[in-house]
């Protein structure tokens, strides 16, 4: 599709056109030309929106879509339809399907599905067998399939000796692991945050130092091996502090926070609404600004929806026993704008490709286009209509949204809501 895309004002740090607004020529699905006023000689379908911005587009590292197994939850199709209208180009798919993806047939299958959209679709394979932490997976073969990195979605990995070794077999290949940091034994049974909020509703408390115990083990171990290691979804301050050292000491190491984690607090759990029950727990409005702080000083590598549909009945029944999870392509981008400045979302959105080595795209001349288009200005509040997913497990239902997405343009498609 060639298209010329009007008066967009470009945020991208790394092209010389950040922050000026100008006309972008596409030919076959590649930047021809970007200027001011440029002709449309050959016809070419034009865009043009109300305070259009345009920049790279956007990774999310982390989302669950359900198929094979769970497609009452969520398809690979109509997901990657949300994630082009959510302003996501790209996505990293989780391995918590059934079967779990933990062998090249697997990798193959959900990439092949994936065929022909205009979001790409990048699988996450399992680093155990059957995420069940006790074997690894066949890693390299899925590797040469097409996995980008090894992770068991939401169970980390018990056996420090498991870890070690994958951390020094993927050097081989440079590959990436990424390792859930909650200690179950210190978890047991807890369902939210330990805290003054779940002592009042009487609900079983998970201490932050499941998450900080896993997280130094698994510091201690990267540095042992020497290796290169992705922790996803911190959520406490001395997690953020923990890697902040370890990554003034050289080590290797990436990490995210979810969208959730950096806009909301266990104070929504009031209402017992399960919506709200996640993993990791909401944390306290002090780690909620450490996050924050981690974010912007680079601590936080990246930010992702950690987009995990539920289908209603595990989610309408007592809060001790309905599954964790929220979706958030949706919303992503305009919670993030309530607490975050629009060049650090952006940022934050699209260098994380680097670390999963996936391709970015400067805006200028000559590169594949592969943009987000959206209006940072718009306010607006999220309600049960702007919910694309099947599943509607929403944490943000209600609540205030800075900015709207118009769509994406990737893989020579242009897809607007």
Known sequence: MNIIIREATIIDSTSEFHHQKVDVLIEDGSIAQIGTSLANEAKFQEVKLENLHLSQGWFDSSVSLGEPGFEDRETITNGLQVAAKSGFTSIALQP????????????????????????????????????????????YDMKNAGAVAFGDYNKSIENANVLKIALQYVQDFDALVITYPQDSNIKGNGVVNEGIVSTRLGLKGIPNLAEELQVARNLFLLEYTAGKLHIPTISTAKSVELIRKAKAKGLRVSCSASVHHLVLTDEKLEGFDTRYKVSPPLRTETDRKALIDGVLDGTIDLITSDHNPIDIEYKKMEFDTAKNGTIGLESAFGALLTVLPLEIVIQK???????????????KKGSKANFTLFNPKVESTFSKANILSKSKNSAFLNTRQQGTVYGIYNQKQLILK
Do not use: C, H, W
């Open 349 to 363: 959105l699209t260098l994380g490709k680097a670390i999963f080595s996936i391709e970015n795209n400067s805006i």
């Open 96 to 139: 918590n399907s059934y079967p779990i993806i933990d062998n090249q047939s697997q990798v193959n299958f959900v990439r092949n599905k994936a065929l022909g959209f205009a979001t790409e679709l990048f699988p996450i394979g399992a680093l155990t067998k059957s995420s069940e932490g006790k074997d690894m997976a066949e890693l």
